[in-house]
């Protein structure tokens, strides 16, 4: 059994940073997938940011949210700066895990809340 735990969200102005982290705990061998979601208020889930075969942004956050990743420790990370109140919304982190076996799963994180005010 695999657990996403995601950290680093919270209330901050417009033009402020953040930065997000997500922690992958259990047995992995490897990622097949990596990524940020963004669930507004009364909005669909949506994706923000992956770095599956290169990074790849939602068209609103490009030049501003950076993901990376540290594999060592099985982190993710969400930069975000210049932040916009329509930034506002839960994010979570999302993973497809190759786990023992070579059994693929996906799973997501509980998820942080980003406030952004105006």
């Known amino acids: 059994q695999v657990q996403l735990v995601e950290s680093g969200g919270g209330l901050v102005q417009a033009g402020g940073s953040l930065r997000l982290s997500c922690v992958a705990s259990g047995t992995i061998i490897s990622f097949n997938f990596m990524g940020w979601y963004r669930q507004a208020p009364g909005k669909e889930r949506v994706l923000v940011a992956t770095?599956?075969?290169?990074?790849n942004y939602l068209d609103s956050v490009k030049g501003r949210f950076t993901i990376s990743m540290d594999s060592a420790k099985n982190m993710m990370y969400l930069q975000m700066n210049s932040l916009k109140p329509e930034d506002t919304g839960v994010y979570y982190c999302n993973a497809e895990v190759v786990e023992p076996g070579w059994r693929t799963r996906e799973y997501w994180g509980q998820g942080t809340q980003v406030t952004v005010s105006s």
């Open positions: 770095m599956t075969r290169g990074h």
